[in-house]
C-alpha cells in the first residue's frame, strides 16, 4: 500500500508555471506507475500526465503536452509534475494517483492509490 501526498498547488498569474510535488509513503515505490489527474469545478477528473515506473515513458493528455513535464524520483519516493505557461483553463484540483502496473493508464477508474488532491488556480 502507498500513501501520497500533494503539494505545490496555489494562485498564479497566467503564462506562469508551476510545480507540483508527490510525496508517496510505503513500499516499493519504484513498482508503482504514476499520475497526475486534475478535476475542475463541475467537470469529470481528467488524465494530465503519466510516467512509468523507471521514469523512461510519459505520457501527456493533448491539454498539457509542450507545457508540462512529469518525473519522477525513485530515492525521494516524490513525482513531481512541472507546469508551465499556465492557461485559465488549467485551473483544477490536481490528483497524485498510483497503480501498480507496467503500464502508463489514462483511466481514472484503473487507480488505486490517491492523494488528497492540491488546487492550482489560474485566474483569466
Known amino acids: 500500500q502507498v500513501q501520497l501526498v500533494e503539494s505545490g498547488g496555489g494562485l498564479v498569474q497566467a503564462g506562469g508555471s508551476l510545480r507540483l510535488s508527490c510525496a508517496a509513503s510505503g513500499r516499493k515505490f519504484s513498482t508503482y506507475t504514476l499520475a497526475w489527474f486534475r478535476q475542475a469545478p463541475g467537470k469529470e477528473r481528467e488524465f494530465v500526465a503519466g510516467i512509468s515506473v523507471t521514469g523512461g515513458g510519459t505520457y501527456y493528455a493533448s491539454s498539457v503536452k509542450g507545457r508540462s513535464t512529469i518525473s519522477r524520483d525513485n530515492s525521494k519516493n516524490t513525482v513531481y509534475l512541472q507546469m508551465n505557461s499556465l492557461k485559465p483553463e488549467d485551473t483544477a484540483v490536481y490528483y497524485c494517483?498510483?497503480?501498480?502496473?507496467?503500464?502508463?493508464?489514462?483511466?481514472?477508474?484503473?487507480?488505486?492509490?490517491w492523494g488528497q488532491g492540491t488546487r492550482v488556480t489560474v485566474p483569466s
Open positions: 494517483a498510483a497503480k501498480q502496473v507496467l503500464r502508463i493508464v489514462p483511466n481514472a477508474n484503473e487507480y488505486d492509490y
